[in-house]
T-cell receptor, first 116, second 109 residues
């Protein structure tokens, strides 16, 4: 069974640019969540997708957007990059739909984004 | 969001038990208590969860206070590979995990 994978591993962008990060969910998982982890901090929830629809969003501006595809893979897009967007971006998939408190999330290794 | 409080750091010796505490005084009746850990340079990984009763799995044990306002993650024999940041999280509607600062566990050889 393949776990959650993310690409690329590392990425360097300059302020104002746009970036797309990709995530492949674990097989059979229909829910994907994205988190931002700044250095030395715990991960912060960005948003969640379930059956290709956004299902909840954290305190992030609209320039953070996402997609989930029919095969349950996902993308995180960030427009107009700012220096504070430098962080580790984590994708997590889960096998059960939202609203289920037993829904364990399985995390990928993350994409390290540096904005110069 | 339901809040948890954990010590910033703890230290233990290899092959000794480790007890990681978590306070969650505002927990509601339907909140599950989950623990995740994050090893260096990796994404978080699930450790264990519980609602009211103590729980055991191959990784750890979870002891939940009778009033559910606190819990303790127990690593029975710590190894160097258990050095990580441990997060105690209350799950509400499973929509998102709300991570705090966690406890950074150091294991001494």
């Amino acid at each position: 069974e393949t776990g959650v994978t993310q690409s690329p591993t590392h990425l360097i962008k300059t302020r104002g640019q746009q970036v797309t990060l990709r995530c492949s969910s674990q097989s059979g998982h229909n829910t994907v969540s994205w988190y931002q982890q700044a250095l030395g901090q715990g991960p912060q929830f960005i948003f969640q997708y379930y059956r290709e629809e956004e299902n909840g969003r954290g305190n992030f501006p609209p320039r953070f957007s996402g997609l989930q595809f029919p095969n349950y893979s996902s993308e995180l897009n960030v427009n107009a990059l700012e220096l504070d967007d430098s962080a580790l971006y984590l994708c997590a998939s889960s096998p059960l739909g939202p609203g289920i408190n037993l829904n364990t999330q399985y995390f990928g290794p993350g994409t390290r984004l540096t904005v110069l | 969001d339901a809040k948890t409080t954990q010590p910033n750091s703890m230290e233990s010796n290899e092959e000794e038990p480790v007890h990681l505490p978590c306070n969650h005084s505002t927990i509601s009746g339907t909140d599950y208590i989950h623990w995740y850990r994050q090893l260096p340079s990796q994404g978080p990984e699930y450790v264990i969860h519980g609602l009211t009763s103590n729980v055991n799995n191959r990784m750890a044990s979870l002891a939940i206070a009778e009033d559910r306002k606190s819990s303790t993650l127990i690593l029975h024999r710590a190894t160097l590979r258990d050095a990580a940041v441990y997060y105690c999280i209350l799950i509400v509607r499973a929509q998102k995990l709300v991570f705090g600062q966690g406890t950074r566990l150091t294991i001494n050889p």
